[in-house]
């Protein structure tokens, strides 16, 4: 056991060292391919860069999980379906990279990514209700013959884990990219805090595959991550972030379940996009159109630079990472509840108090 502890990290260390070497052939890539956000010619409010900036650094991510995967991992039939999903997301990704894909084309492509993993049998059948008990959500099934073979559809499982992935793709996505390397070390923390987890139950064998998938996912990004730090030199774009937030989710399934684990990791980005997305409801908004209203921006525009930014990101997910390891199901609620209350508390000091701010 104490070996496949040690042996553990070398996923992660083979996925770093991909990564990084892929990087710079993902930005001649994309500068081949015209893959670049140049401010100058995308006039967005939601852009703060100010040089042409390389896109496309999920197809370096992706490259490094893939190759690292297909070393490490066997290709079973959930693995299969993981990797089927994790493709069409690099797919959609570049072309996002390319052709600026409307949001909602966006929306219905990675809703057929996560059906993949889910069609590998890959599913949330219980979850941990907080007011206590579990809730089966195994029920009700519709099963069915094809090919020669009785299959069964877990409506209310399936379900879930659906909206689950999507949504983790989108918050992440909307929450956690506006800074240079804001995303990559919270994902770098994120699947880190996954891995630890899941190494608390390695007794168990069915968990070394997350455990290795989780350690590889750390790696890639953290390969990634020195290319993506402040001046950063390529952006992971849609499909590094869509990736990102689909891994985990699909990580967290996978780990005995911990939804409000993740949830908790990731609280501040989740938070700050629950928030967004509200107030651009209320204001005859689309949710999905972006703008200069989360929270990164509110603390540039109190004078924080980029890298101050991304380190306080890097932080606080650290240290909700940490708390989420020893927390049982009705801390995690009420953890939960005061990182949304924390969170809103200081959107809504630098919305209406900036000037006290600086």
Do not use: C
């Not at 809703?111 to 069609?119: D, E, G, H, V």
């Not at 953290?222 to 952006?235: A, R, S, T």
């Not at 009420?334 to 949304?340: E, F, K, L, R």
């Amino acid at each position: 056991m104490d070996n496949f502890k040690i042996l553990s990290f070398w996923p992660g260390i083979v996925g770093a060292a991909i990564s990084f070497a892929l990087t710079p052939i993902a930005i001649k890539i994309a500068n081949k391919f015209g893959l670049i956000d140049d401010p100058n010619k995308n006039k967005h409010e939601k852009v703060i860069h100010t040089y042409p900036i390389p896109r496309g650094g999920g197809m370096a991510i992706f490259a490094s999980i893939l190759i690292a995967s297909i070393i490490f991992l066997p290709l079973d039939k959930h693995m299969q379906g993981i990797l089927l999903g994790a493709t069409i997301i690099a797919i959609m990704g570049f072309l996002d990279d390319k052709y600026n894909l409307n949001p909602y084309l966006r929306l219905g492509l990675g809703a057929l990514a996560a059906l993949m993993p889910i069609a590998s049998g890959i599913g949330i059948a219980f979850l941990s209700n907080p007011l206590g008990g579990i809730i089966d959500l195994s029920q009700p099934q519709l099963t069915f013959n094809l090919l020669g073979e009785t299959r069964s559809l877990w409506l209310l499982s399936d379900l879930f884990a659906l909206l689950w992935i999507v949504f983790m793709m989108n918050m992440l996505n909307m929450g956690a990219k506006g800074i240079d390397g804001q995303l990559t070390g919270v994902v770098v923390v994120a699947a880190a805090t996954i891995a630890a987890l899941s190494m608390k139950f390695s007794a168990d064998i069915t968990q070394w595959p997350v455990i290795i998938l989780a350690s590889i996912m750390s790696g890639a990004y953290l390969g990634f991550l020195p290319w993506h730090v402040y001046p950063q030199k390529i952006m992971p774009s849609y499909g590094g972030a869509t990736l990102a937030g689909y891994l985990l989710a699909v990580l967290s399934i996978l780990s005995t379940t911990k939804v409000g684990t993740l949830i908790i990791v990731l609280g501040v980005p989740l938070v700050d996009t629950g928030y967004v997305i509200v107030r651009r409801i209320l204001s005859g908004k689309s949710p999905v159109w972006g703008d200069r209203g989360h929270l990164h921006h509110k603390l540039l525009d109190i004078g924080w630079s980029k890298p101050m930014v991304a380190i306080f990101y890097w932080t606080i997910t650290l240290i909700l990472g940490v708390i989420a390891l020893y927390l049982n199901t009705p801390n995690k609620l009420y953890t939960i509840v005061g990182v949304a209350i924390f969170v809103g508390g200081l959107i809504l000091w630098l919305t209406y108090h900036p000037k006290s701010s600086k």
